[in-house]
C-alpha cells in the first residue's frame, strides 16, 4: 500500500481525527464559555485570556502535532497560547472600548502563524536547524490544510441545517432548536473542523498534490501581475507621484498590498525545490520580475507615510503602517540580494533568505505584541506636541482618537490639558474624557460647549416637583442619560419619569427611561415596556374576517413633543368609540 505520509518518519495515527476532533469540540465549547459577554467593556480580564489561550493552544496544537516528539508540539502550543492570552489581557484594558482585536493582538497571531511552520522544520529535524524547502512545504501544507478544514466546517453547518430543515417538515424541530444553541454550535464547529485536520494531516501526501495545484493557479497569475506592477512603476516618472495621494484608496495600503501579493506569487513561480524550477520561460521572466518589483513598491509605500505623517502626525495606525512597511522594504532588498547573489538561479538563494526573515519577522512581531514599545504613548506625544506648537488648531484636533485610540498614555494627556492647558483646550479635553463612546466626542471642526455639573443641565418637569433622591444617582452612573449636555426628566406618573437627552453636537435626541420595579425601587428601564413585552407574548388568535365586526375608529398615542414635534410615542390611548351611523 502507498504511503499516505509526506514525511515517511511519521508513523500512521489512525486514530488521529477522533483526539483532534474531541480536542477541537472541547475548545470550542470552553471557547464560547469564555467569550459569552466579554465584548461587554465590563467582562472581565482573566475571561479574555482564558478564551484566547484556549483558542491559540488548541488550534496551535492540532496543526503541528504528529506522534513523534508529541510533547514539543504541546509544549509549543501551551506557551503561544499563554503570550497571546496575556497579549490579549492587555489589549482588552488598553482603550476605553474593552476591545481584544487590537494591532498588538493581531502581530501576536501574526508571529504563531509564521512560528508553526518554523517549528515544525525545528521538531522533524529534532533541533534548532532549519531546511529552507522544508519550512516551504510546511507553510503551503498548513494553509491548504486550514483553509481545507474550515471549508469542511461550513459544510457540516449546511449539511446540519439540511437535516434540521428536513425533520422540521414534518414537525419535530428539535435538531433546529439544538443548532440555534451556541453551547451546541461551537463545539459541533470545533469537532468537524478537528476531525478534518486529523484527517487531512493523515493523507498529507495528497494535501501536497493539492497544494502543487494550488500553487499552480497561483503560479498562472504571476506574469499578469509581474505585467501590471512593471508597467505602474514605468509610467511613475511619466504620471508622477501625485496620483498616488488623491486616489480612492490609501497609497501606502495599496503598495503594501501589491508587494505582498507580488511576493506570493513568486513563491508560486519558483517552486518549493529545485526539481519545480518553472520551464516555462514567461513564468521564469515573471518570478524575476516580481522578485524586482517589491523594493520600488515598499519605497512608495514608506513615501507616502512619510508624506502623511508630515501632515497630520502620528498615529497608532500609522507607526504599524510603518512597521509592515519596513518588513516589505526587507522583503525587497532580499528579493534585489537574491538576484544578483544568484542571477538566473536565484530561486534557491530566495527560499534561503526569506527563510531567515521569517525568522526575523517573527520575533519583531512578538516583540511589538507583548507591552514594551507602546505605540499610543509615542502617537500622544506626538500630537500633543503638535498641538502645543500651533501646527494643529484646537478644533481641528483629534480629541476622538486621543481619548479612545492611544491608550493610558492619550488619557492621561488628556488630563493633564483638561487641568492646566490653555482655556480653549480644557473644554475639548474635558468633554472627550467625559464621553462614554467614542462618537459622542465631536470631530474636528464642530462647536463644543463645557460640560457642566448634572444638577445645572438637568430640567425636570413639571417644574417644582422634585426627583427621588436615587433617581440623579442613576442618570449620572449611566452611560448614555445626560451623559453629555443639557437634558430632561420628565414624570410620566409616580413611578415612570422620561429622560431625554440633547447632546452637545447635533444628533438626534435621546429618550430613556426610569421607573420602579414591583418592589418599588427606582430603576433604569421601563416598566411599562416589560408588562407591554409580557402582554404581546400572549397574542389571541386573529379574528375571522367572515364574522369579524369592521369599523372605523379613531387610534390615538401619548408621546412625549419637543418645540411641538412628536419625539417618542409613550404608549397607546384606547380608541375612540365608533362614530354612530
Same mark, same amino acid.
Given at each position: ?61 492540532? $496543526? ?13 502550543? $501551551? ?95 428539535? $435538531? ?62 511619466? &504620471? ?107 530561486? =534557491? ?16 512581531? $512578538? ?11 509615542? &502617537? ?8 502645543? &506648537? ?81 433617581? =440623579? ?27 431625554? &437627552? ?75 368609540? =365608533?362614530?354612530?351611523?
Amino acid at each position: 500500500m502507498q504511503p499516505m505520509r509526506l514525511d515517511l518518519r511519521d508513523e500512521p495515527w489512525p486514530a488521529r481525527p477522533w483526539v483532534m476532533a474531541a480536542i477541537c469540540a472541547a475548545a470550542g465549547l470552553a471557547f464560547w464559555l469564555l467569550v459569552e459577554g466579554v465584548d461587554d467593556s465590563r467582562a472581565t480580564s482573566w475571561r479574555v485570556v482564558g478564551a484566547s489561550f484556549v483558542a491559540v493552544a488548541s488550534l496551535s496544537f492540532v $496543526l503541528t502535532v504528529e506522534k513523534r516528539r508529541w510533547l514539543w508540539s504541546l509544549g509549543f502550543a $501551551l506557551a503561544w497560547g499563554l503570550i497571546v492570552g496575556l497579549v490579549g489581557w492587555n489589549t482588552h484594558d488598553y482603550n476605553r472600548g474593552g476591545e481584544v482585536i487590537e494591532f498588538p493582538f493581531l502581530a501576536a497571531i501574526f508571529a504563531v502563524l509564521l512560528a508553526c511552520p518554523l517549528f515544525q522544520n525545528a521538531r522533524d529535524e529534532g533541533g534548532w536547524r532549519f531546511s529552507s524547502g522544508n519550512v516551504h512545504i510546511h507553510v503551503w501544507t498548513d494553509a491548504v490544510i486550514g483553509a481545507a478544514s474550515i471549508a469542511f466546517v461550513g459544510i457540516v453547518w449546511l449539511l446540519a441545517w439540511l437535516i434540521a430543515g428536513l425533520f422540521d417538515v414534518i414537525g419535530i424541530d428539535a $435538531l433546529r432548536q439544538l443548532l440555534l444553541e451556541p453551547d451546541f454550535g461551537w463545539p459541533l464547529a470545533g469537532f468537524a473542523f478537528g476531525a478534518a485536520v486529523g484527517i487531512l494531516r493523515e493523507r498529507d501526501a495528497l494535501v501536497g498534490t493539492m497544494q502543487r495545484l494550488v500553487m499552480v493557479v497561483l503560479a498562472v497569475l504571476s506574469p499578469v501581475l509581474a505585467t501590471a506592477l512593471v508597467l505602474f512603476l514605468l509610467s511613475l516618472p511619466v &504620471s508622477g507621484l501625485s496620483g498616488l495621494w488623491t486616489s480612492w484608496a490609501s497609497a501606502a495600503a495599496l503598495t503594501m498590498v501589491a508587494a505582498g501579493g507580488a511576493w506570493v506569487l513568486l513563491n508560486a513561480a519558483i517552486g518549493m525545490g529545485d526539481e519545480e524550477q518553472p520551464a516555462n520561460r514567461a513564468l521564469r521572466w515573471s518570478a524575476l520580475a516580481l522578485a524586482l518589483v517589491v523594493l520600488p513598491l515598499a519605497g512608495l509605500a514608506i513615501t507616502a507615510l512619510a508624506l502623511r505623517v508630515g501632515q497630520y502626525g502620528w498615529t497608532p495606525d500609522r507607526l504599524w503602517a510603518v512597521v509592515c512597511a519596513c518588513v516589505a522594504l526587507a522583503f525587497g532588498v532580499a528579493g534585489w540580494w537574491s538576484v544578483w547573489r544568484g542571477r538566473g538561479g536565484f530561486a =534557491p538563494v530566495v527560499r534561503t533568505v526569506q527563510t531567515r526573515l521569517a525568522l526575523g519577522v517573527c520575533g519583531v512581531a $512578538l516583540f511589538l505584541a507583548l507591552p514594551i514599545l507602546d505605540f499610543g504613548a509615542i &502617537s500622544a506625544r506626538d500630537q500633543v506636541a503638535r498641538l502645543a &506648537s500651533g501646527q494643529v488648531q484646537p478644533e481641528q484636533f483629534d480629541w476622538q482618537a486621543m481619548a479612545f485610540d492611544f491608550g493610558p498614555a492619550g488619557r492621561a494627556a488628556l488630563q493633564r490639558i483638561a487641568n492646566d492647558g490653555p482655556e480653549p483646550q480644557r473644554a475639548y479635553a474635558a468633554n472627550a474624557l467625559a464621553a462614554p463612546e467614542r462618537y459622542d466626542v465631536p470631530s474636528a471642526g464642530e462647536i463644543v460647549r463645557p460640560l457642566r455639573p448634572l444638577a445645572e443641565r438637568l430640567r425636570v418637569l413639571p417644574a417644582g416637583r422634585p426627583l427621588p433622591p436615587e433617581v =440623579p444617582a442613576l442618570i449620572e452612573g449611566s452611560q448614555w442619560m445626560c451623559a453629555t449636555g443639557p437634558c430632561v426628566a420628565m414624570w410620566l406618573d409616580d413611578g415612570r419619569i422620561a429622560i431625554v &437627552s440633547q447632546p452637545r453636537i447635533e444628533r438626534e435626541i435621546n429618550v430613556s427611561y426610569i421607573s420602579t420595579d414591583e418592589g418599588g425601587r427606582w430603576i433604569v428601564g421601563d416598566r411599562a415596556a416589560v408588562d407591554r413585552a409580557a402582554v404581546a407574548r400572549d397574542v389571541p388568535p386573529p379574528p375571522d374576517l367572515a364574522e369579524a365586526e369592521v369599523t372605523i375608529g379613531e387610534h390615538r398615542q401619548r408621546a412625549i413633543f419637543v418645540n411641538g414635534e412628536m419625539l417618542r410615542t409613550i404608549e397607546e390611548l384606547p380608541a375612540a368609540p =365608533p362614530r354612530p351611523r
